[in-house]
């Protein structure tokens, strides 16, 4: 492999100028599938279709004042939005949009993602700590609340996966893909899909950044750039899962016709566009009913699919 | 929960054991009030209320006004619905002069006040969604209220804040288009509402965060003379539309929604059910419109020193004023009295024991309007 291919893909696509864009992209689509489902137009007025919205937006941020709290840690407050975006970011290497089209390959991704996700809840609650504030504090501590409800039943139902095709590389998943695995894994992949919604704080599970309660969770105190990359590691959280569900139970890359990276797009949008319809309709529970959700239903189903998808492999 | 009619007053634990939150006055879900929150963990131990912020003196600036322009301070009280405020105003002044308005007036009036109510009951019900995190059943009831306001402003000019009803009758004379306007809306409503009951009542998620949560008992509502819709879901069967019929409302059929429970899902099912019987009486108005051109009585400038009290069944319960005259053009002294400011403080009762994301929800579903909080 030459080193400007290398370059080209760390730099442009797949790596940083692409992930800026599906948060460009990602933060629009949501604003007008939303909107459409309110009834109302969302965007419109900047650029075609509004599309240019996000961009005014984020320039609109960017000018922000970065505020710091008198009793906060300074460097500490500083230096969490960039881990949390880096952090996310490396999630993102290790996915396979095309054939060919990764920046990294390991015998371990699997394991590497969900470990990198799942170090991802200590991250903003460090956030909320070091704020010195009371509902980012808050916030964080909710962000550890959805850690031990969440993230138990992502390994479960991603394991299920790699007991099945008995491999953590994602690449040789998708390759060995087919409708028999999907079928085994379909109970697997609707636990991860609940467990995504859950890992990334997304409605019904939105209670770290509940508005009506703690104002925006560990996210309040932030203004300017260290907002900016916080929310932008928020949304790439979103996306980095939603790969990870085509890529883990939908056969990623793989479909007929059109190029593999088109049919990975389109995979993604739905998962997204669930998640959206999701958003829209249904009103947050509370962190207590999710607790017991969680240890009741989901960690004891995902045990059992594991036995099912054992079992099945033993036959 | 509930225990007993008692705030707490002595201190509560140790320092540093507690959190003490200000939910409020800068707070997504609070509006222009605080609420000091002693929180234990998640959960609620103490609440005080501190509303103030966005008073006005009000019942002082109506001493100012003539009886007429005072219609435009008196709807100020809660913009939400303002029909209610205003005509319990005429009402009122009505009395000090002893003056009757003809039948159609006071038809028109309810078909006014009711309007007001489901313009009012509709953001209430968007509001208790949206104290979950949910955008879009409270954009679809403000796509209905369009429709309500589309009609208020054909008719007065104005969409809220519309002064229509005065002292001595309404404003204009209502015309062909605006009752083409009305019945438009009362259509459009009952061709959504199958479509609306049917997301808003046995949506799942709504039911697990409303039900059995900051529940009032019976005795709570006499001992803090609470009222309206939250009065109504905890079983007491008061309406001032039934009980002291003002403006013809002994001529309309509707039943009162009472409910038991004196939950939170109780409180949003009252509010939900009373605009079917908004819509009931609107029709019945507009059926039984008397005939009459006179759309308003003259009013005397100045009004004979005396006292008058009066009180309506507005959208957040009965408004109550108490209006002195000293024989001058406008009004010696007013003293009103107002739901919202009786309501919220059920919540100093009900919340503790509560998680703090209830706080919300109880707070949503009380219902206040924060006009009428801080007059």
Not at chain 1, 72 to 93: E, H, N, Q
């Amino acid at each position: 492999m030459d080193l400007a291919w290398v370059l080209f893909k760390t730099l442009v696509f797949p790596g940083v100028t692409f992930l800026l864009l599906v948060i460009f992209a990602t933060f629009y689509l949501e604003r007008k599938l939303v909107a459409d489902m309110h009834g109302r137009t969302g965007p419109y007025y900047v650029g075609p279709y509004g599309i240019l919205q996000t961009v005014a937006d984020i320039f609109k941020i960017l000018q922000k004042e970065v505020i710091i709290h008198r009793e906060a840690d300074r460097f500490l407050f500083l230096i969490v939005p960039a881990v949390a975006f880096i952090m996310v970011s490396l999630v993102a290497a290790f996915i396979p949009y095309d054939k060919n089209l990764w920046i990294v390959s390991t015998p371990y991704d699997l394991v590497i993602s969900l470990a990198l996700l799942t170090s991802l809840p200590a991250i903003f609650l460090f956030a909320g700590w070091v704020s010195k504030s009371k509902y980012p504090f808050i916030g964080g501590v909710r962000v550890i609340n959805q850690l031990i409800s969440g993230e138990i039943p992502l390994w479960l139902a991603g394991l299920s996966v790699a007991l099945w095709y008995g491999t953590f590389n994602y690449v040789e998943i998708v390759e060995k893909f087919d409708i028999i695995g999907f079928l085994v894994n379909i109970v697997g992949f609707l636990i991860f899909l609940v467990a995504i919604l859950i890992v990334a704080d997304r409605p019904p599970f939105d209670i770290p950044e509940a508005e009506q309660e703690i104002v925006y969770g560990f996210l309040t105190e932030y203004t300017g750039v260290g907002y900016l990359l916080l929310a932008g590691a928020k949304f790439l959280e979103v996306f980095v899962l939603a790969a990870m569900t085509v890529t883990l139970f939908l056969g990623g890359f793989k479909g007929p016709f059109l190029p593999g990276w088109v049919w990975f797009f389109i995979k993604v949008f739905a998962i997204y566009y669930l998640a959206f319809a999701i958003r829209a309709s249904t009103p947050r529970i509370r962190l207590d009913q999710l607790i017991k959700f969680t240890w009741t239903v989901l960690v004891p189903l995902s045990l059992l699919n594991i036995l099912l998808v054992l079992a099945v492999k033993a036959l | 929960m509930y225990k007993g009619a008692q705030i707490i007053t002595q201190p509560v634990g140790k320092e540093g054991d507690l959190m003490v939150l200000n939910w409020g006055v800068q707070h997504p879900a609070s509006g222009p009030m605080r609420i000091k929150v002693w929180l234990d963990g998640e959960k609620i131990v103490k609440v005080e209320n501190d509303p103030g912020y966005v008073t006005r003196n009000l019942e002082k600036m109506l001493e100012y006004r003539t009886w007429e322009n005072a219609v435009v301070n008196v709807e100020r009280i809660c913009f939400i619905d303002d029909l209610g405020t205003i005509l319990n105003w005429a009402l009122a002044v009505e009395k000090l002069a002893d003056v009757e308005v003809p039948k159609n007036v006071q038809y028109f009036r309810v078909i006014l006040a009711e309007v007001g109510r489901i313009v009012s009951h509709l953001i209430g019900i968007g509001g208790m969604f949206g104290a979950l995190g949910v955008a879009t059943p409270t954009m679809w009831v403000l796509a209905l209220r369009e429709y309500y306001l589309d009609f208020l402003e054909h008719y007065s000019g104005y969409r809220i804040s519309t002064a229509a009803i005065v002292p001595g009758g309404v404003r204009f004379e209502p015309k062909k288009e605006d009752f083409d306007l009305l019945r438009k809306a009362v259509e459009e409503t009952e061709r959504r509402w199958d479509d609306y009951k049917e997301v808003f009542i046995d949506n799942p998620t709504l039911v697990e965060r409303y039900k059995g949560i900051g529940i009032i008992p019976k005795e709570l509502v006499f001992e803090l003379g609470l009222r309206g819709p939250v009065a109504r879901a905890s079983g007491v069967d008061y309406d001032l539309r039934k009980r002291y019929p003002y403006s013809s409302y002994e001529d309309f059929n509707f039943k009162v929604v009472v409910k038991e429970e004196g939950d939170a899902y109780a409180r949003f099912l009252v509010v939900l059910e009373e605009i079917e019987e908004s819509v009931k009486i609107i029709k019945q108005a507009l059926e039984g419109m008397p005939e009459g051109d006179k759309w308003k009585v003259r009013m005397p400038k100045k009004i004979k020193a005396g006292e008058a009290y009066s009180a309506v069944e507005w959208a957040r319960g009965g408004i109550e004023y108490h209006v002195v005259s000293d024989g001058g053009t406008g009004a010696y002294r007013v003293k009103i009295s107002a739901p919202s400011f009786m309501n919220i403080w059920a919540l100093e009762y009900i919340a503790p024991g509560h998680k703090l994301a209830d706080l919300a929800t109880i707070f949503a579903s009380l219902y206040i309007c924060h006009g009428d909080l801080d007059r």
